[in-house]
């Protein structure tokens, strides 16, 4: 069962700004914002901070707006009653709170349209911040110190992913051996997501009960059956016996292969 999920991308002062800024662009806005595993807020190191809103909003600023039949369109109006308009709510909380909206009309509503806004400097005590906003909004949160982040993580009672961006082994090593106590996925220098099937799709804390992937599915809506013998020797021969000459298709060592 996937609940809500506030999902953090890291960016480290070592992080490749483009590759950053792309993932965290598609991490945020692609189906408008609407998934779970989106990412929800964006803490920069501070020495990159201006930069990287600066060129994140430009990229924003490129996605192509329009009704979802159409060929190339990645924002559209959004299915809810009233959702617009409480996502204006949250922008305009955080700009009462000293943020600013950075990109050219962002925040922009028609009917049921919002337009990407991307809220910048976002303080993690906003409501912006702590909420799950589900929508084409992002705040960037500069920061000085990790450990203001990691405090951030804990607190938070949502618990499903973080994207972390950066080059440094010893750094990213000691983020992810914290980051893995609180989130259930750690994605480096990429986008939070969903998938391959074959990974387990979980949670901790409010995010999630349970795990979802391919493996647990099939172990859940299954019977497993076994064949059991004691351990003597004629058993043992017995068995040897079935497998090696590939007598029996479910006594057998096959699959491995």
Partial sequence: LGLDAKNPAIVLPDADLELAVEECRL?????????????????????????????????????????????????????????????????????????????????????????????????????????????????????????????WVINSPYGQQAALFGKDPARISRLVDRLVNQVSRVNLNSQCQRGPDTFPFTGRKDSAEATLSVTDALRAFSIRTLVAAKATDDNKELVQGVVLGRHSKFLSTDFIF
């Fill in 27 to 151: 991490g945020a806005f692609s189906f408008n914002g609407q998934r779970c595993t989106a990412i929800k807020v964006i803490f920069v190191h501070q020495s990159r901070a201006e930069q990287f809103a600066a060129r994140f909003s430009e990229r924003v600023g490129s996605l192509r707006v329009g009704m979802p039949w159409e060929e190339g369109v990645e924002i559209t109006p959004l299915p809810e009653e009233g959702k617009p308009a409480w996502l204006r709510k949250l922008v305009d909380d955080a700009l009462a709170g000293g943020a600013r909206v950075v990109n050219r009309g962002g925040g922009t509503v028609d009917h049921t349209l919002f337009y990407p806004a991307v809220v910048y400097p976002a303080r993690p005590e906003m409501e912006l911040c702590c909420v799950e906003q589900f929508g084409p909004v992002i705040p960037i949160v500069p920061y000085d110190d990790e450990g203001e982040v990691l405090d």
